[in-house]
């Protein structure tokens, strides 16, 4: 099933991939939970369900992802249900995949790697890709950066047996973000188990822009401690440690100019973080695009503020909660 609201660019795309497979075209369904779209995406999706019985078109009202994805599960009829993105396009074996790859190993889940692709030839577009593809631009985030396989504790778009729904309840819709982080983290509580292989991998499209991938970035982050007030365990290191290093360069700049050691000590981390940078973009430096290897560093510097910002600015919604607004379904972190 595909949560979607406002994805004329790429729905098309991604049901023509899912609509292509090498599984029995009889024995799954595609069901989108469309938003309340303003731009056409609901008419393509139409006539997708026009012409193919196997497409269902359905009303989510709430126009939020969590409420999607459950009125997707609660509508589906099979045993195993995937959760897609409209942003994503699905190689043919994958429904065949997911399915021998639950049954090969016995996991509660199983997702795969995701390819980020570039969106267009623009020096911003490739910029983006070079940032989350990094592990220095995300961290331990495995499935964003590495084709190892094996037990996680996340994956994105997984398959999920639908028995594991009824163990551990559905996705919980106070979370416009971190929605898959929290259910993940209720499936290993509960003896889950989740597992990655790259025979999953899949072609995923980011932001368009730098600055489009910053605001993202913000408005992501933003729900992190709302997160972690709704479940503890399910949230990492990685998705924090932008905010605590923000914080440590905000509280030195000003002491700085009073204290040498605080200089030195900011000027050190300063450093330590650019040599870093510059390390990890040097040497995934692909197709001799010196040009983003270059600006890489910077960026990622300016992806992490973004991020880091975006969490303690959420640190306001300890005292009041999110208020709940319909955004497009993305890739956590």
Known sequence: MIPMRNESEHIRACVDSLVNQTFPGDQYEILVADGRSTDNSRQIVSLYQAENVAVRLLDNSSQTTPCG????????????????????????????????????????????????IVGSDRFGARLVVAVLSSPFGVGDSKFRTSHAEGFVDTVPFGAFRREVFDRVGMYNEKLVRNQDND???????????????????????????????????????????????????????????????????????????????????????????????????????????WSVALAQPFATFGFHVAYGAGTLFGLTYLFRPPFLRPIKHGLSR
């Open 69 to 116: 994805m459950n009125l997707g599960i609660q509508a589906a009829a099979g045993s195993i249900i995937i959760i897609a993105g409209a942003h994503t396009i699905y190689p043919k074996d994958f429904v065949e995949n997911c399915v021998f790859w639950l049954n090969k190993t016995g996991a509660d889940v199983v997702g795969g790697p995701v390819e980020t």
């Open 183 to 289: 259910l993940n983290s209720r499936i290993r509580k509960a003896g889950g188990k989740i597992y990655l292989t790259p025979t999953l991998t899949t072609r995923y499209y980011p932001a368009k822009t730098f600055a489009s991938l910053l605001k993202y970035a913000f408005k992501s982050s933003k729900w992190h401690v709302f997160t972690l007030r709704q479940n503890r365990e399910s949230m990492a290191l990685r998705h924090l440690a932008p905010a605590v290093f923000l914080a440590l360069v905000l509280f030195l700049m000003p002491v700085s100019f009073v204290s040498r050691i605080a200089l030195l000590l900011l000027t050190a981390i300063l450093c330590a973080y650019l040599l870093a940078g510059f390390y990890f973009s040097l040497r995934a430096k692909s197709n001799r695009d």
